[in-house]
């Protein structure tokens, strides 16, 4: 056991194994629905999917923190198809998936419901609107 874990009773491993396994499954079903599904049926089932995403890494992995588990529910109440942690977890940020003729209402009840509270200046920093585009790839030259 090293310093930090040395104090743990258990690790946890089922729980974790069947994150790590259901995260893989949402990934590729995610990547399905991607290229196989469109409009409002196609977003709900990538939104359901988001949302799964974060109660996984809630209860299984244990990797989210309860600001973003409230930025995931509020999100979820203003309208989004589905929200989740991103980035390593513990803290951060959220990502959620929101119907574009929705967008204005959604950060402005998100601005009132969860910043206003934590005192946060600069919101256009902290929230901001962004598109699905390509992520990382490889280039053949």
Known sequence: MTANTQELQSFKLQQRARHVLSESNRVYRFREVCHNSSGEE????????MTASHKSCRFDYECSADGLDRLVDLALKHGALGSRLTGAGWGGCTVSLVAENKVESFLSNLKSDYYSGVGKENLETAIFVSKPSGGAMVWQL
């Open 42 to 49: 196609g977003l709900k089932e990538l939104g359901d999917l």
